[in-house]
Every structure is written in C-alpha cells, then in structure tokens.
C-alpha cells in the first residue's frame, strides 16, 4: 500500500480520452496518480507534473512491473486504437493479453486493491455496431468478453464497467443508466466521456461494485441521482 494509505491510483490509458479524464478526476479529488506511458515524454508534457508518468507497454510484460509497484487501485481503460484498422494481432495483444500481462504484474506486486476494467457494452449481444467494429478492430468484442472471463476468475477485487458509444460533451448533465443485463452497442446507448470518467472514480471503491459488472449510458432527462445512490443497488456476479 502507499504511504498515503490507500491513495494511490495506476491508471492504465490515462494517456488519451477517458483514461485521462479519469487520471484528471482522480487528481481533483486528492489521489496520487500514476499513468502507464508508452511514450512517457509526450504524457509528461500533456499531463503535466501533477501526475507520475511511469514507462510500460502492455504488450511487453517485462515492461509492466514498475508501474504496478506499490499501487492501491487500477484503473484500466487502454485499448487498441479506435476509428481505425487494427488486424487481430494487435487487438488481441492489448486488450487480451495486455490485461493478463496488468493482472499478473499485480499479483506479483502484492496488490490488494480493486482493479476497475472499461469495457464496451455489445460484447455478448449482437448488433449491426458490433458486427462493423469487429471489421474494423479484428474481432475486439469477441477478446473483450474473454478477458471479463479471467478477471472474474482471477482472485482479485474488481469492478467492470461496460460503457456505451463514448462522446466527448460535458459531464454531469443528462441522467444515467446504471443495468446489469447486456445491452447491445448501437448509437442510442451513448454516454459521455466525462460521466464515465466519474463513474469509474465512484466505483473504484464503493462497497457494492466490489466483484460486479455493470453497463452505463445515458438515459432519459436531467441527470437527478448521485452515483452512490445510482451504484446502491448493484449485484456481485
Ligand atoms: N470509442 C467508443 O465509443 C468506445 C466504446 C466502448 C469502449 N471503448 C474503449 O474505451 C477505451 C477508452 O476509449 P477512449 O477513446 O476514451 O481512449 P483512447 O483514445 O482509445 O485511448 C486508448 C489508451 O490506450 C493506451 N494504449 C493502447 N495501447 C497501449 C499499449 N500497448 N500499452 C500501453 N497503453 C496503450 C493509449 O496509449 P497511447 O497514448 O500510448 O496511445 C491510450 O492511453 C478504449 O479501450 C476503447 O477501446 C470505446
């Protein structure tokens, strides 16, 4: 554990989009944050010196133990590329194995904390989306729902948060909905970057997401619960 007592946060894809959002969030609200860089320079000078930047590629697994030192919590949300081509190699080497590689370097570490894992929602419901992104990023749903399988089955705490269509507009507005069934990806069930980023900091450590899957996106109207109360009434898997 870190010497802040439970403070510090791994956040893996805090480079880019949600992740960095999430890394942001965290800083807000007074934790120590560490991100996961391939290319510590660049997140350095988009983070800035707030952050601890720490060196790693998950497709390498000797890369991958110094960011995993003496960490409280993980937040995951690294992935192959999006809007792009990415052959079946590569999604498979990020999003599956980079996940494992995450899992074991943990459990080497001693880590005790929870490790919270951005999913898509659609990866067990077929729809025309999921049919397209599976062209275009070789097959990422079909790795994606076998890695929800190993993190269940690995001995850690964890929480998995399937999200919608990620946009990038403001969080905190329109009303969420919190289901545990698994809703098919299609434009309707959409969210903002933003929302998701506070979801995550939310359930890294509420009771109730302890060994839970959960899938978010926007719902109807203004957004009027908190995310406690939104997080309440999750079920373990
Ligand atoms: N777009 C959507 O609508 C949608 C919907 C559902 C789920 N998702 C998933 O949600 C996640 C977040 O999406 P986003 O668009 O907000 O972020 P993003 O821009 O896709 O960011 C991906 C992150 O993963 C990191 N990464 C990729 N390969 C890596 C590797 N080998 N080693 C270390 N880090 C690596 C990237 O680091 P670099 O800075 O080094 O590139 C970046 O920080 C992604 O996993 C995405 O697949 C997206």
């Known amino acids: 554990m870190s010497k802040a007592g439970g403070n510090r946060v791994l956040v893996v894809g805090g480079t880019r989009g949600t992740g960095r959002l999430i890394a ?9 944050v560490r991100v996961l860089a391939r290319d510590p320079a660049r997140a350095f000078a988009e983070l800035g010196s707030a952050f601890e930047v720490v060196a790693g590629d998950l497709t390498k697994a000797d890369t991958l133990p110094p960011a995993l030192r ?8 690294a992935g192959a590329p999006s809007g792009r081509y990415a052959s079946e190699n590569l999604v498979k080497t990020t ?3 980079g996940v494992i590689h995450t899992l074991t370097a943990a459990r080497s570490a001693g ?7 951005l999913n898509s929602i659609g990866i067990k419901t077929n729809s025309l989306a999921g049919f397209l992104i ?3 990023k070789r097959n990422t749903l079909v ?3 076998r890695v929800e399988d190993k993190i269940r089955s690995s001995d850690l705490d964890y929480t998995i948060i399937r999200v919608g269509f990620l946009l990038d507009r403001p969080g905190g507005e329109r009303a969420v909905n919190v289901s545990q069934g698994t809703l098919p990806l299609a434009f309707r069930n959409r969210i903002a970057r933003a929302d998701v980023a506070e979801a995550f900091v939310e359930a890294m450590q509420h009771p ?12 109807k109207g203004l957004r009027r619960e908190s995310w406690s109360a939104l997080l309440d009434n999750l079920k373990p898997d």
């Open 24 to 32: 942001r969030l965290l800083h807000e609200r007074s934790y120590e």
């Open 70 to 77: 003496d960490v409280d919590h993980i937040i995951f949300t």
């Open 95 to 97: 999003d599956y194995d």
């Open 111 to 117: 880590f005790r904390g929870r490790f919270v894992y």
């Open 134 to 136: 599976n062209l275009l």
């Open 143 to 145: 790795w994606r729902r």
């Open 208 to 219: 109730r997401a302890s060994r839970a899957t959960f899938e978010i996106v926007w719902g």
